[in-house]
């Protein structure tokens, strides 16, 4: 198999592409971040969700720290191949930094605030143990 | 109800922020696209679904044409505020200008193609009419 499959997508001027990440089963999206060519050929190769840290400006290796990888069950990109999309297995069940399942876990209230609906299901500070 | 929601999206360098479009109850991913400012007021505002076109360069009122609007049900954002949620109901049933249910219909196959994995539910050519 050669990466003539990465050719199909369509980068953007930074080289990235967007890569919504769906936790397979549920459909629960569980965060959206951005992949760079060697990310996604990373992705494919070990079967785990890699990302660009566009803060960090490095690979990401999701989980790399707190254990919660995200084992790629498949790929998909949209028509315009501008868009990833993974269908992935989120160990732990936690996908967020702040601890929660995912990170959409801010909804539009009638009073126009953006209200908490999902709990904190574990505390950070004991999943990221930088010294 | 004021406009400050608006204000805790953290917009990119183009005041731009991609919005993903999530089927409500079967909790598939319709789509991903951009919206700036004006775009998600006018989605809040009117219910349906507003977003800006890149290659148009102007407000795309999605259906504007094909009449496949996108009823919001639910607006979230994500924990960095950088990222756009929104839950709707797809009219027709249609959300991809290819006439399929959503632009996420190719898949990696294991020989490295991307493989349709989705039907073409209606022809484009019946879809917009433009004269």
């Known amino acids: 198999m050669t990466d003539a499959w990465l050719d199909a997508i369509k980068w953007d001027a930074d080289g990235l592409v967007p890569a919504i990440a769906q936790e397979e089963g549920t ?4 965060m959206m971040a951005w992949m760079n060519r060697e990310a996604l050929r990373l992705t ?31 790929l998909r990109i949209d028509c315009d191949g501008d868009v990833v999309l993974l269908q ?19 909804e539009l209230d009638a009073n126009g605030d953006w209200a908490e609906i999902s709990p904190v299901l574990q505390d950070p500070d004991t999943i990221y143990r930088n010294p």
């Open 27 to 30: 459909g629960v999206i569980l």
């Open 44 to 74: 494919h190769e070990t079967g785990h969700a890699v990302y660009w840290s566009r803060s960090r400006g490095r690979l990401w290796h999701k989980g790399e720290e707190s254990g919660h990888q995200q084992s790629v069950r498949a």
């Open 88 to 106: 992935v297995e989120q160990k732990g069940g936690i996908a967020c930094h702040t601890g929660r399942h995912n990170c959409f876990f801010r």
